[in-house]
């Protein structure tokens, strides 16, 4: 280990490359088993786990503007429901069918709204931005409930009928198709936005989050840097957005609610903030949980989840992940 | 030589009260100058104004030819004026060598690239080699900041700004809260300061100001009262009696 530092501290450049790719090379393969483990357990329960990865690009893309950035927000389901509504109607009233084009409109969707719910939302700070936030997700709900003509309003927009992947793989009744097509956008999704996060441009937003004074005083832009990953994160929300609406084959209004904004937050905290693998932590440990207590028992599950979420944020206030993460450098620390 | 810097009749008033009457400087690269004066003179109304924090009532800020007085902080900074913090500020979860790649590719236009990695960018790792060799900063290029001592925290600042290649770099307290033993190697790094680049520094510290400055510039009251050598400021009799008071009498006695 001592040696291993020494090559490190002389030459930096060489030694700690080689060091994140492997780590992150480690975490897609856990992701990929864990992905395949639920397939084979759950059969009947591919559904929920499609759901789950959904919520996770929703997750993710608030962990690039909070754990990432530090804009508060509790709007977010702004960004993920214009995404399934854009894929939605693109489906039913456009003909746009096929599940990848719908992917893309749903992203372009997402990018929109965030270009939108962005301008609004930055500029706030605190507080204000919070409830900025939680503003303009009344507002797109509003929005599409008066819409109905396109979005169905309140009744939902259904029909919508996507054409099998690639024109081979149909979305089955048993979820197979639906699982697999969601576990392959997740897994891209994670790999371009852990690419995002270190390169020059993540660098500048990690830095933004620590000082924005600072950024200023190097020359960048705070406002158009924060305006740009808001639209990198529309665009990851939209393709959850896009990914429910492909598998549910529906989308309804509580996509654009302020309780899946306020949920998914919460969810993000619990796995941890800034660095995708507590968003994906969060999301699965939520939803799994939430499932197992609510079956489990259908009166005080959410009492349970309570306990549950107060427990955490107590006693690992830097979410499992990052809880977990100081456990292993705390044991590596006592083996050198 | 050109002026590289000029302030020409700043004027600055917080409703009735004037804390910047009619400033006018004037620096050629590589000047070294200390502003100085008592706690309430001014100086850090100067900075904001000359940094754009703050706009002043009347007057110019002139940048290298360029009247910056309508800018912003951020165009003033991409055009070559440069500050460091009185209290550092840096990011914690940073190592100094992600401090030192992020403000070269700021400067080179390339932190709104969204993919790539710093350390392939060989340009950049030879400028921030080079940076941290400068500094003295090498053996903890990779440890985070907030792990690393005030001292060195100080020398990273410098460091940061000169990554920015500034025509003109305002030092806010360079040695401020650092420890005794440690002013040394700031003095050192603040020697070692790119010849052609015009400096003002805004000091308390008297021996580092004698020791750095080839000029002095003393505020009082929001106005400059007196611009020379700082052989003649413990001289001048307005100084002596706004400012120095008893170190000027100590250091003409000796």
């Not at chain 1, 492909?246 to 969810?267: H, P, Y």
């Not at chain 2, 600042?157 to 770099?169: F, G, H, Q, S, T």
């Amino acid at each position: 280990m001592a040696s291993i530092e020494n090559i490190s501290a002389s030459t930096p450049a060489r030694s700690t490359r080689p060091n994140w790719l492997v780590r992150d090379l480690v975490g897609l393969a856990v992701i990929l088993v864990v992905a395949a483990i639920g397939y084979f357990l759950f059969p009947n329960n591919l559904a929920l786990l499609t759901r789950i990865l959904g919520v996770a690009l929703l997750v993710l893309s608030i962990d690039l503007v909070t754990g990432f950035c530090g804009i508060a927000t509790l709007g977010h389901a702004a960004l993920f429901g214009a995404g399934a509504y854009a894929s939605g109607i693109a489906a039913v009233h456009f003909g746009i069918t096929d599940p990848l084009l719908m992917v893309v409109v749903g992203a372009v969707g997402g990018a929109v709204a965030g270009v939108v719910s962005g301008a609004v939302i930055l500029r706030g700070h605190g507080l204000a931005q919070l409830v900025l936030s939680i503003a303009v997700v009344h507002l797109f709900h509003e929005a599409a409930n008066k819409a109905s003509a396109y979005t169905g309003g309140s009744d939902g927009l259904s029909g919508i009928t996507p054409d099998p992947v690639f024109g081979i793989f149909a979305f089955d009744l048993w979820g197979r198709t639906a699982y697999g097509f969601a576990v392959a956008l997740v897994v891209i999704t994670f790999i371009v936005l852990r690419l995002i996060t270190r390169s020059p441009f993540g660098m500048l937003c990690r830095g933004i989050k620590e000082d924005p004074i600072r950024i200023r005083a190097m020359g960048a832009s705070v406002q158009g840097t924060l305006l740009k990953m808001y639209v990198i994160s529309g665009a990851v929300a939209g393709t959850g957005g896009a990914l429910n609406a492909i598998s549910t084959q529906v989308v309804g209004l509580d996509s654009l609610s302020f309780t899946l904004s306020a949920e998914a937050l919460v969810m993000l905290v619990l796995g941890g903030t800034g660095s995708l693998y507590g968003a994906l932590i969060g999301t699965v440990s939520f939803m799994w949980f939430e499932d197992f207590v609510s079956a489990a028992n259908p009166f005080h599950w959410l009492t349970i989840v309570g306990a549950l979420l107060i427990a955490v944020v107590l006693f690992a206030p830097r979410g499992l992940y990052g809880t977990g993460l100081s456990f292993v450098e705390r044991f590596r620390g006592n083996a050198k | 030589m050109s002026a590289v810097f000029q302030v020409e009749n700043l004027n600055k008033a917080f409703g009735g009260l004037a804390v910047t009457q009619n400033i006018s400087i004037t620096m050629n690269p590589g000047d070294r100058v200390a502003l100085i004066g008592p706690n309430g003179a001014g100086k850090t109304t100067f900075v904001n104004l000359v940094t754009g924090h703050l706009e002043p009532d009347s007057g110019k800020v002139v940048l290298a030819g360029n009247d910056v007085t309508a800018l912003g902080p951020v165009p003033r900074v991409r055009q070559g004026l440069v500050r460091s913090f009185q209290v550092t500020r840096l990011f914690p979860d940073m190592t100094p060598e992600e401090h030192l790649a992020l403000a070269v590719m700021q400067r080179t236009g390339r932190t709104g690239a969204i993919f790539g990695h710093y350390q392939a960018k060989a340009d950049v790792m030879a400028e921030v080699a080079e940076l941290l060799r400068t500094l003295g900063l090498d053996h903890i290029a990779t440890r985070k900041v907030a792990e690393i001592a005030y001292g060195q925290q100080r020398l990273l600042e410098i460091a940061l700004a000169l990554a920015l290649k500034p025509k003109v770099l305002l030092l806010d307290e360079p040695a401020a809260g650092v420890p005794q033993s440690d002013t040394p190697r700031i003095e050192v790094a603040l020697a070692g300061l790119p010849a052609d680049l015009a400096v003002l520094m805004i000091e308390h510290d008297m021996d580092l100001v004698f020791r750095f400055a080839k000029r002095v510039i003393v505020l009082a009251a929001g106005a400059v009262i007196f611009d020379g050598s700082p052989g003649d400021v413990t001289r001048d009799a307005r100084v002596r009696e706004a400012y120095l008071g008893s170190y000027a009498n100590d250091r003409s006695a000796a």
